[in-house]
């Protein structure tokens, strides 16, 4: 059975970092990725990872602020923000997906999820 727990979420004040942890179990896939949706939006990607190689993609609003890595010993998956912003403000979740093509931007991609984690940044 496939499991994901986010944890590490909390409230920070804007330029401040927080570091979110995805442990995974089960059977690993070949992507993962960290989700986000604010109230009243929708799910928005915002970075995966190949858990092979460690390629990563980055949505253009994280980009240089968000850094996403995995341990493979762990099998857990990280997000490492820095420099947040108010608008980072949501509840975020990992989630990978059975099959590996694609471009993995949409939340309909996913097959398994966490259950989120909530960042809240303060300005």
């Known amino acids: 059975q496939v499991q994901l727990v986010e944890s590490g979420g909390g409230l920070v004040q804007a330029g401040g970092s927080l570091r979110l942890s995805c442990a995974a179990s089960g059977r690993t896939f070949r992507k993962y990725a960290w989700f986000r949706q604010a109230p009243g939006k929708e799910r928005e990607f915002a970075a995966d990872?190949?858990?092979?190689?460690?390629?990563?993609t980055y949505a253009d609003s994280v980009k240089g602020r968000f850094t996403i890595s995995r341990d493979n010993t762990k099998n857990t998956v990280y997000l490492q923000m820095n420099s947040l912003k108010p608008e980072d403000t949501a509840s975020y979740s990992c989630?990978?997906?059975?099959?590996?093509?694609?471009?993995?931007?949409?939340?309909?991609?996913?097959?398994?999820w966490g259950q989120g984690t909530q960042v809240t940044v303060s300005s």
């Open positions: 990872i190949s858990w092979s190689d460690g390629s990563t």
């Open positions: 989630a990978t997906r059975i099959r590996p093509d694609g471009w993995g931007y949409s939340q309909y991609e996913y097959d398994y």
